[in-house]
């Protein structure tokens, strides 16, 4: 590489090698969690990885599907959670949605062949590159490569995208399914932000560097070889895919947290206008209030339901809390993927780092509080909540600690 890491644009090839990355997690059904808990986790894996070859070989979209020797010891499953979109927020405060993330770090190299006419358009940009790409996938992360022309300056939007639809197809075949974790619950990106074009250092004794590009918005992944698209992946997730893995899980955990604290904060809302509903209540004649007796009976049990799941709320947020903080400080400090972390995983960390170092539970314990003192039963209320809370949380971290 020339000095400060650039590519002399002199010497630029006129075909460029792009990847774009994402995390794409193999979400196992319950029953394939069953069956990988209680047999041999080797043969298990192996059996499931020959079912999804066999599914991808059967896609008429699908050229070849090849995978160097399997080591099991360096594989195994990882606990997951979807966004709050995907499920329940009873289910969220018990984490019993949670699944199990197959992995495998010899990474399943995809074939395929897709029309330009028949390949989605990502944000309807009509700038889908060519027919052809490659896959190199580990369970959680894939890399989508591709060549194209260097004659714009510009890396496609749409490039790569049918993959995802290639291997979400193919898991359904074998009763799995393709969780894509994306920066936020509401952005349709499947990959990262960042574009990589991969470039051949000459030198097989250097390691993998990530540096912004000057002429294109993207960046340059410096390469030991890059003999073919196959050895330019290969290279790439030797040096990505146990960060990458770590990232996944980071991010996981934090929209996790976020989730909560968005409940605990609904939770309290709803409390606080329940109460005052009664107090309303509370304030008319006797005879209105024997009319409303019923109404203000059972209002008062719904504020105990609520202000109990409140406080659950708080209990989940400074544990999860104290795990995200763990698991971020030592994101920066893998050997030799700073710059990978710079850039394509820095501005999603960053975002989650500053919301997550926001979220201030102060405000939601004055309040809950208030409300515990007002109650009538406000002791027994008190008593309740924190009794269902003690259980909870204890369930709770079994779950999340398993």
């Known amino acids: 590489m020339a000095d400060n890491a650039q590519v002399d644009v002199a010497r630029r090839p006129s075909r460029l090698t792009v990847t774009r990355i994402a995390t794409l997690i193999w979400k196992m059904s319950p029953q394939q969690e069953r069956e990988y808990q209680q047999g041999d986790h080797g043969a298990v894996l192996k059996d499931r990885l020959e079912q999804l070859k066999a599914a991808l070989v059967a896609d008429a979209r699908v050229r070849e599907v090849w995978q160097e020797e399997l080591d099991p010891y360096y594989s195994g499953i990882e606990r997951y959670y979807p966004d709050r979109n995907l499920t329940t927020d009873d289910d969220i405060l018990a984490a019993s949605d949670s699944f199990y993330g197959l992995y495998f770090t010899t990474p399943l190299f995809v074939s395929i062949n897709v029309p330009v006419k028949n390949q989605p ?33 510009l890396l496609p939007l749409s490039g790569g995208h049918v993959g995802f639809n290639i291997l979400s197809e193919a898991l359904a075949k074998i009763g799995s399914s393709l969780y894509n974790q994306a920066c936020t619950p509401e952005c349709k990106n499947l990959f990262f932000h960042s574009v990589g074009v991969l470039r051949d250092s000459g030198d097989r004794r250097s390691g993998t560097e990530f540096v912004a590009a000057t002429d294109y918005r993207g960046v340059d992944v410096s390469l030991p070889s890059l003999d073919d698209l196959e050895d330019g992946l290969t290279w790439l997730m030797l040096s990505i895919g146990l960060i990458a893995k770590e990232f996944s899980q980071l991010k996981n955990k934090g929209q996790r947290l976020l989730d909560i604290y968005e409940i605990a904060e609904e939770s309290t809302s709803s409390v606080v206008a ?22 203000i009976v059972r209002g008062k049990r719904q504020i105990r339901l609520t202000l109990a799941r409140a406080w659950l709320c708080l209990a989940h947020i400074e544990t999860l809390r104290r795990q995200w903080y763990d698991r971020s400080e030592s994101l920066g400090e ?43 039963t406000g002791a027994i209320v008190v008593a309740t909540a924190f009794g269902g809370v003690a259980g909870a949380v204890a369930g709770f971290l079994a779950a999340i600690l398993g």
Do not use: K, N
């Open 334 to 376: 893998w050997p030799g993927q700073q710059g990978f972390v710079d850039q394509f995983l820095a501005g999603d960390f960053a975002d989650d780092f500053q919301r997550i170092g926001r979220l201030d539970t102060v405000p939601i314990r004055a309040a809950l509080d208030s409300v515990s003192v007002r109650l009538d």
């Open 274 to 295: 329940l109460q005052y509903s009664g107090m309303s209540m509370s304030s008319a004649g006797i005879g209105q209030i024997l009319r409303q007796l019923r109404h």
């Open 121 to 153: 358009r990502h944000h309807g940009a009509d700038d889908i590159p060519t027919d052809d790409y490659l896959i190199a996938w580990d369970g959680v992360t894939a890399c989508v490569g591709w060549q194209q022309e260097d004659d714009s300056g």
